[in-house]
């Protein structure tokens, strides 16, 4: 499957300052920005703007950026499932994940998220995919937000609804072990049948068990 890119661009005026939103952004691009030292959410700053270079030079990887002048202060990442995962068992190669997505505290409120996903959508080649994002709660800042579990859960979801992204129903055991915790997908208008059927199996490998 070819995986083309194209760019796409929007301006976003917050109440702390006017952001660029865009991508996907190149590998040279990225490794030439700087990145915001309260980007923290997933590893220390160095190793995750290095995660996201690497992403991006691959095949299927696609980093969306905020940022402020030359420095990152917000991305999401979407590239092929982890292979312990279950959702890469099914070796699909039009299914992709929504792995990753961190906007600096400075911005949070203003609706920067929503922003990098609208921006995601953007580009037509989005309609070939199944594009999903697994949400766990001890992923979120419930501590830098003073959100408790089910208000930040909404906050996702109203993030996520914002890039054409729902709750889909799943019997995944990380999924299903905290009803905060919940699977998200958007199915792009080009997806075949039978990719729907095995991205089905994938989210209810269990039923067969009992």
């Keep these: 499957m070819d995986h083309p890119k194209l760019y796409n661009a929007k301006e976003l005026k917050t109440a702390k300052g006017t952001i660029m939103i865009e991508g ?19 590893r220390i700053p160095d190793q995750q703007h290095k995660a996201l270079i ?3 030079g691959l095949p299927e990887g696609r980093i969306i950026i905020a940022r402020e002048h030359n420095t990152i202060v917000g991305y999401v990442t979407y ?3 982890d292979p312990l995962e ?3 068992q099914g070796k699909m190669d039009n299914l992709i994940e ?12 203003a609706s920067v998220g929503k ?11 989005m309609e070939d995919y199944i594009v999903i994002t697994t949400e766990y709660y001890w992923h979120w800042d419930l501590k830098g937000t003073g959100l ?9 979801e109203k993030m996520m609804n914002a890039g054409g992204l729902e709750y889909y129903a799943t019997d995944d055991p990380e999924i299903s072990s905290h009803p905060a915790n919940c699977l998200m997908a958007r199915i792009g208008s080009r997806i075949d049948p039978e ?16």
């Design 24 to 42: 996907p952004v190149s590998k040279e691009q990225l490794a030439s920005m700087e990145f915001h030292e309260d980007l923290v959410a997933f």
């Design 54 to 56: 690497e992403i991006a």
């Design 79 to 81: 590239l092929y499932p």
């Design 86 to 88: 279950r959702w890469s």
């Design 98 to 109: 929504l792995g990753a997505i961190e906007v600096i505290p400075k911005y949070r409120g």
């Design 115 to 125: 922003n990098l996903l609208r921006v995601s959508m953007m580009d037509d080649a």
């Design 148 to 156: 408790n579990v089910w208000d930040y859960r909404k906050v996702m």
């Design 195 to 210: 990719s729907i059927q095995k991205f089905d199996q994938l989210r209810f490998m269990n039923r067969f068990m009992y």
